[in-house]
């Protein structure tokens, strides 16, 4: 079971963006999130008249490392660790470590 899900409110705990907050879009695979709003670059590109792309400077969203971010508990408004525990139906679900409250309903 993974610690970050896609759609998952979270806060940079550490880097550039520290502090701010943000929606999960992508999971990728080497473990980094894309997170919107947070680790903005700008890219300079060509124009390319052929594919119909106009040149300029585009602000993207870049991979964040997960180690980076912390789910955000909504309780206390701050970011907290994600444990695993095993319900007695048998399904495994995210609790938080601070007050134990279970992140999946």
Not at 15 to 23: L, M, N, P, V
Not at 37 to 49: D, F, L, S
Not at 56 to 62: R, S, T
């Amino acid at each position: 079971m993974e610690r970050l899900k896609t759609g998952d409110q979270v806060i940079v705990i550490a880097g550039k963006d520290r502090g701010k907050q943000g929606e999960v879009k992508v999971r990728q695979q080497d473990g980094k999130f894309i997170v919107e709003g947070i680790n903005i670059v700008k890219k300079h590109t060509k124009p390319n008249p052929n594919l119909g792309v106009t040149g300029g400077i585009l602000e993207k969203e870049m991979p964040i490392d997960g180690s980076n971010l912390a789910l955000l508990n909504p309780a206390t408004g701050k970011g907290d660790k994600v444990g695993i525990k095993v319900l007695d139906d048998g399904r495994k679900v995210r609790v938080f470590k601070s007050n134990g409250e279970v992140v999946d309903a």
